[in-house]
Structure formats: C-alpha cells, structure tokens
C-alpha cells in the first residue's frame, strides 16, 4: 500500500464514530428533552418504573463524563463547523446550587408520616421506635433504658424528627430504671438521670400522654408524679408496679391535676393505705378500674368503695403478692353491691375470702346487675361455697365469664340456679388438688344443658364426674337448639374420665373447636393424651379416636 493511502486509512480510522456512541448521545437527549436542564426536577429509573422527583438529580458518573468528551473530540472537525454555524450556542442558564439530596424521607407529607408512626407506635409502643437505647459502658446490667433515649426515627432527618416529635404519638409510655437488683446507689442514680431528661421531654412531647407507667422506681416517685401532674392533663390511666414512697399528697396532688384520671393500678407496689383512701375520696366519683395487692391495709380502702366512695367503679381486682396472706378477707357482699352498682368485672385472684355473715333474717343485696366477669381463681382450696356464689350473683342476668377454678365446694346444682342464661367461659378445673378432695360424680350435664347454645369455653380439668355422666353432659352439644352448631370452641377435660366415644362425638358436633385438652386422661388410648391446637390438630386427633374404636370395642 502506498504511503499516502495508508495515512488516508489511518485518519478514517481515527475520525470513525465509537459503537456505542450513538446510542449514549441518543439516551442523553431522551432525558434532556423530558427534563430540560434547569427545570427544578430530575429523572429517577428503577427496574418497573421512571419516577419524576422535584429537585436536582444525581451528577452523571465521571466515566460517563469522560466518554461524552471523548465522543466530541473524535468528531471530525468539519462536522463540528456547520453544526457549530448552524445552531449557535446559547449562553447556559445559572444552575441551582446543587446541595446535598435530602432523600425520599424528607418528601413523603408529615401527615403520612403521622400515620405510619401511629401504626407502629400502636403495636409496640412510641419506645424503642422512637427512641434508641444508650451506650453501654460494659458495667450495666442489660434491661430497661436509664433514661429517656435519644429518638431514633428523628436522626434520620428534619421531617421525620417533626413527626417524631408530635404528643399525639407519645399517647402510652412506660418509663423503668434498670433491672431490679441494682446497688441502691446507682439503682438512685439511674432514676435521677431520667427524670433529668423527663423535665425536659415532657414539657413538649408529653402534653397528650394517656397511659402511664411506671415500674422499679424505689427514690424519684414523687417528683416523677408532680412533673406529670404539671404536664400531663390528659392522663386516663397510672399503673405503679414494684415503686416505693408513694405518698399520700402525691397521689392527691395528682388527681386535682388529672382531672380525667379514672383508672388505677398499683399493685405490687408499696402505697400506704392513706394514700389510695385520700385519692379515691379526690377522685372517687370519676373512677372507673382499681387494681389492689391484698394486705393488712387493703380493708381499709375496701372500706372506702363500700361507703359508696366510688358509684361508677366497672373494675374491681384483687390479688395476692408474691408473700401470700394467711388471714382470709371477709368481704361484705351486700355492701360492696350496694357501694358499686356498675361493677361489671370482679376478680379476687388467689385470694382466701369467704362472704361476710349476714345474720338470720338479713335481707338479700341488690346483687350486680351490670356484672359480666367473676374471677374467684385460686391455686388451693378456698372456702366459696354455692350460698356464698348465690349471694354475689342472684341480680346479675348479664355474666359472661365464671371462673371458679380451685372452688371445690361449688356444685353443679348451686350452678344450675344462678340467673344468667348467656354464659360464654365458664372455669370449673381443679389444679393439683382433686386426690385430697371428695368430687361430686354427677351433675356436669346440668351446666352443659343449660348454655350448650351460648358456651363458647368449657374447662372441667381435675373434676370427677363419671363416664356416663361426661358421656351425658357432652352429648348436649350435639342436638343444639335450632339446629345451628355449637359456639363450642375450647374444651378442657385434663384428668377426667372421658372415654374415646365421647370425645370423638364432641369433635364431631363442634365444627368450630380449636383447642382440645386430653392429658392425664386415664380412658384414652396411649398417644392421644395431650393438648390439641388447632383445627389440624383436633381433626387429626378424631381421625386416630374413630381407627382405635373398633379395637378398643
């Protein structure tokens, strides 16, 4: 090849436009003509979809940069004049100052956000979401923060940390120093550092604060209450659980400033009975739920509910600590019936009460005509009989729940009298104690005859009704009246004398059963004595009674 050709070639080369350069420059144009440089918004390309956000977008990658350079110098110089002649550049437009992109979170509206943190702080809480837990220095013991965390969701930028930040959010909280079994020194010392950061939240974030709680406070009670009397009005419910120094003008200073607070719970706590007697008589006549921890004092605030210091009580709850009584509570039905007439739920949980005599010719109490729970639970033998069940119950029509697990004395025929016709959940087991105790044998299928259209939960653990008489009382599920199925979804037969027969035929009256108890069951196979939960599991259970029947006939 001649020299002249050869350098000819060369230059073609050189001038020849790279593949793939047409194909960016046709790309780059695509975006400059949807977005025009300037224009306050930018192009955002994801895999299913082009998003047009406003601000700046992204600079280009430097390697793209360099390769639009590239295609302009590879140009031919005579294809870069006429263009040039042709279509004179215009002088740039100034350019935004282009700042740092504040991200997809700072554009989303505060009241979405609001939304979204409200569905999150009503399932666990404004804390932890909204707040993180601090640094530890390696001699902590883990547990609850120590103060009031940093929030978390407003580090993350300016509108998250003005949603964060809204009362309305802040509606629940409950606030603990460390774990329990601290040194009382930095067990004081923790409380004081949260209540430092408390005087200061509180003020902004807690001016809709409804439900408070408090747990493990031993020294800070009383300014942690005074600093929520200051700053929170709207508080409906206080729980104190495991705090000491609870003062008489603490819990009045209180209720003069919440003048919506209707609910209390302060069991496990140390409260002087003063203290609960002052702020019922301050707050009594707005009451509404009372939790207490059976004492030597707890007679004198049960004194204060039957004076009538409370009309509009619906929650009445006592239970034992952990150090249990040994003196039983006498307790005035009449009274108590008279003094709260709205009660609607009554437990004594643990507790050994017995009804105080009512003398020859006493006439009988108004009873309880709202009431739709009684809770008499216990894990011993307890001295509630049916004259004294008679007594709590003959004026209320409208029970729901009757849980008298561990009330041995109880019969079906004492049952069978009482005046609610719609019960639902009804308790009769008997824990660890039916081998010391002499049981009726018969009598159950008077209490399923009775609700088999309303019994939705059925728990006659420990009891010593007979075969038949089971075999009687479970057949009544089976022909309910009007021929639709049973409501029937929770049976508890745990060491009773159910036969293969009888549960099978229940299983199969009671379509809707999710949880089966068997364990302990002396007439079942072996295999099948356990819990069953579960449609699955109960249908499996059937399944294996109905193979086993012909073998065990």
Known sequence: MAPGAARRARRRVRGARPAGARARSAEDWWWDRLVPSGSGYHLLQS???????????????????????????????????????????????????????????????????????????????PLPFLGRKPRSNG?????????????????????????????????????????????????????????????????????????????????????VLKLVSECCPRLTFLKLSDCHGVTPDTLVMLAK?????????????????????????????????????????????????????????????????????STPLQLPVEALQKGCPQLQVLRLLNLMWLPKPSGRVAAPGPGFPSLEEL?????????????????????????????????ARVTPAGLCDLPCQELQQLHLGLYGMSDRLTLAKEGSHLLTHKWR?????????????????????LAAFSATPGGSPPALCSVNLRGTRVTPSTVSSVISSCPGLLYLNLESCRCLPRGLKRAYRGQEEVQWCLEQLLTSLPSSG
């Open 47 to 125: 895999d299913s979809m082009l998003l047009l956000l406003p601000g700046p977008g992204p600079a280009r990658p430097r390697a793209q940069r360099r390769a639009s350079r590239r295609t302009r110098r590879l140009l031919p110089a005579a294809a870069r004049a006429p263009a040039a002649k042709a279509r004179p550049r215009a002088a740039p437009a100034p350019e935004p100052p282009r700042g740092p992109d504040p991200g997809w979170g700072d554009r989303i509206p505060l009241e979405i956000l609001l939304q979204i943190f409200g569905l999150l702080v009503a399932a666990e809480g």
């Open 375 to 407: 809770c008499l639970a216990g894990s011993t033998c307890n001295f509630v009989s049916d004259e004294a069940l008679g007594r709590l119950l003959h004026g209320s029509p409208s029970l729901r729940l009757l849980d008298l697990r561990g009330c």
């Open 139 to 223: 001699h902590e013991r883990p547990g609850p923060s120590a103060e009031i965390p940093p929030p978390r969701a407003a580090r993350v930028c300016r509108r998250w940390h003005e949603a964060a930040s809204q009362p309305a959010l802040w509606h629940t909280v409950t606030l603990s120093p460390p774990l329990a079994g601290r040194l009382a020194k930095s067990g004081a010392k923790a409380e004081k550092k949260l209540l430092a950061s408390l005087e200061r939240l509180m003020p902004s974030r807690f001016s809709q604060l409804q439900r408070l709680t408090l747990i493990h406070w031993k020294s800070q009670v009383h300014p």
């Open 453 to 473: 259209h309303s019994l939705r939960e059925l728990d006659l653990s420990g009891q010593g009704f007979s075969e038949k008489d089971l075999e009687r009382a």
């Open 257 to 325: 400033a919440c003048s919506q607070l209707h609910s209390l719970d302060i069991q496990h706590s140390m409260v002087e009975s003063t203290a609960v007697v002052n702020f019922l008589e301050e707050a009594g006549p707005r009451m509404r739920k009372l939790w207490l921890t059976y004492s030597s004092q707890t007679t004198a605030i049960l004194g204060a509910l039957l004076g009538s210091c409370c009309p509009r009580l619906q929650v009445l709850e006592v239970s034992t600590g952990i150090s249990r009584s």
